[in-house]
């Protein structure tokens, strides 16, 4: 299979699966009120996603490089069609929590494993590049789940938006296993040797470092998400104006595709963390201080923007640090995106009730320019030499 033709057939479940995880957060306030709770609470859908995304990892990874990745992803995208259609069904708050459980955890085999699949098939040289182009359907994804889930959930209901999320899965399952009708069975799974590959993953310096990289991250750029639509209301704004903020995150993201190989050719990586740690500090900054829903929108640009700078760097960097078992450092990379994530969710609504939003955004915004600093000089020294089980 053609490096292109491989893009094509996982960028139908990458936009499918990132279309679901973000179509709630414009959807807060909305889901709140029908349900009969309160947007903090229903905020909470966000952390009830990324903890099981982040948890299943570590199974999901061995376990792929054991039987096959593209096995372990048909299976995975199969629950995440059923949690999509439970959610659009659920009759109260509980339930809809164990729905978005349930897709959280499934989801975790869609975007990690394709990675590590265009890792195996893409050489390092070009494999940045190709990683953006990939990321180009999940960046859409999540820009139509932020949008579009703001504008219909004020005409069609926020059920209606998982009735269509669950269509677009449905669809992304049958290209998938019509586009990997052929792929080889692996071998069974074998947890010694799923541990040995851990143990060898954890003793490398540089995927520990990329890994307390993407944690970080993820914490400072992704708290503030859930929170969004509720201030955006509370300036007179509706579902509708929340989803357009939130989606010029992803607009920053399509922004960063379209420049990468430019960057790559004049910056090159060193410059590239350096940039997005000033652009999504600059960013966050901006969020904090902002008063008007369309100025949240034009600083939310600028956050995806530098924080696809930070991040796709680092995911074209951890597929190469154990090549023989590069579904499993994906899947701990992908563990620590999602921790950070949910963790960062709790702590900024923290932040917002003890020390404000400006405060809370300006911490923040310090640990992206800290982590930019820090990458830039860590992964600007050579990799030690992957050592063969």
Known sequence: MTPRNLILILATSGFASSFSGRAVDPMVGVMARDLGSTPSTIALLSAAFALPYAIVQPILGPVGDAIGKERVMRVALTLL?????????????????????????????????????????VPMKTRQVALSRYLVAVISGQLAGSSLAGLLADTIGWRGVFMISTGMMALALVATFLGFRGAAPG??????????????????????????????????????FPYLAPLIEDLGGGASQAGLAIAGF??????????????????????????????????????????????????????????????????????????????????LHAFSFFCGQAIGVVALGYGLHHIGWQVSLG???AVALGVGLTAAFVLSRPPAQPRAL
């Open 81 to 121: 069609l059923v949690a999509l259609a439970g959610a659009s069904m659920a009759p109260d708050t509980t339930t809809l929590f164990a729905m978005r459980v349930l897709a959280g955890a499934a989801a975790g085999g869609a975007v990690p494993l394709s990675l590590a699949m265009i890792g195996d098939r």
């Open 187 to 224: 071998g069974p799974f074998n947890l010694k040797y799923a541990l040995q590959r851990y143990r060898e993953i954890l003793s490398n310096p540089r995927a520990l470092a990329l890994f307390g990289f993407v944690f970080v991250e993820s914490m400072a750029f992704f708290g503030l």
């Open 250 to 331: 992803a607009v920053g993201g399509l922004v960063y595709s379209v420049l990468i190989s430019w960057m790559l050719r004049v910056l090159g990586i060193p410059r590239i963390l350096i940039g997005g740690g000033v652009v999504g500090a600059c960013a966050l900054l901006a969020i904090g201080s902002a008063a008007d829903w369309r100025l949240y929108a034009a600083a939310m640009l600028f956050l995806g923007l530098g924080f696809y700078m930070l991040h796709n760097t680092f995911q074209a960097q951890v597929t190469e640090v154990a090549p023989h078992a590069r579904a499993s450092a994906v899947a």
């Open 363 to 365: 911490l923040a915004a």
